[in-house]
Each structure stands twice: as C-alpha cells, then as structure tokens.
C-alpha cells in the first residue's frame, strides 16, 4: 500500500516538474511575437511606387478602412499586413497603368492605444512597437492606489468590430486597444 502512495506522489511530483519548465501559453488576446501587425483605420503609410513621384506619399487609411491612390482610387488596407498591401496596390496598377511595378508600404505611424481608469493620467498615447499592457500603464504614469494590477479589461477592434478581451500586465497590446484598469476590490 506505501509503494502504491509513493509512485502516485513520485507521478505527481514529475507532472508538476514538467509544468514548472513549460513555458505558461498566453492567456490574453495579444497576438504572438511572429504575428504582423493588420492595418486599419487611423494607420499612416508611406507608400513608394520606384521611379513614380506623382504615386509615392503618405497615405492615411480612413474609416472605411482604404486608402485612396492617385489612377487606382480606393484601395483596401484594413485587415491586411503592409507587406500583402504591396501586391494590392502593384496589382491595381499592372492593370492598366505599370507593367512592372515596384512598390513598398511602410507604416509611418500607427493608431493610438488609449489607457484609461485607475491610471495617473488617463489617454490616448502613441503605439510603440512591442508595447506591453504594463508598458501601455507606465506611459499613462502608473497605477493609482486602488487599481486592479492583475488583468485589465480590453477593447480591441478585429474586423472593424469591437471585442472585449482580458489581458494580463505582460500580454502584448496592439494599435488601437482601448485597455481600461478597473478598481481592485476593498
């Protein structure tokens, strides 16, 4: 009967070893390290046609989620890397007016986050690249005394609509979160 309770504590004791080792998979809704960031509204771009001066500029994409291009007109970004927003515009413009052209996208600004709640100085701030929820908190100078430091509340825009999310202070925000901090409980 002890050999049997050993084996089951030894069986227990190497379960909770390799749980200890394995990183803990991400429990909020930011998106991975390898995940490119979608573009939408609010987004400025830089877009570069090669040897095309009247076709290069900086573009915003407005809330329809385009963005509108000399000879091509509209064109839609929203939900789309920069990167698969280059072959769009080189497609519209192989249609009928380049044979061949080189284009880059590059994204000069994105949208902002807005941090609000149980914050020193609640508002809207400049996305960063990387930016975490307890990055996000610092910029908007900290917690206030009676904030919750565990999770926060998210809204982040997938599609053009809103989703409510829970991240915790190490999940990685996206241009254009809305990150409220709640008050803890007394």
Avoid: H, K
């Amino acid at each position: 009967m002890n050999l049997v309770r050993l084996i089951s504590c030894l069986a227990a004791l190497t379960i909770l070893a390799a749980c200890a080792t394995t990183p803990p998979a991400p429990t909020g809704g930011g998106p991975q390290p390898s995940m490119q960031l979608l573009l939408d509204s609010g987004d400025q771009l830089r877009v570069v046609v090669l040897d095309q001066a009247d076709l290069t500029g900086t573009y915003m994409v407005d809330e329809s989620g385009r963005i509108a291009m000399p000879l091509v007109g509209q064109i839609q970004a929203r939900g789309r890397t920069a990167e698969s927003l280059e072959g769009v515009i080189a497609a519209a413009l192989r249609q009928n007016y380049l044979r061949n052209p080189d284009v880059t996208v590059s994204v000069e600004t994105f949208r902002p986050v807005f941090v609000l709640g149980e914050v020193a100085s609640p508002g809207q701030y400049p996305y960063v690249a990387g930016l975490t929820v307890q990055q996000a908190v610092a910029i908007a100078g900290g917690f206030t005394p009676r904030a919750r430091q565990t999770f926060v509340e998210v809204i982040r825009r997938v599609d053009g609509r809103p989703v409510p999310l829970r991240l915790e202070l190490l999940d990685p925000v996206v241009p254009g979160d809305t990150i409220t901090i709640g008050q803890r409980l007394l």
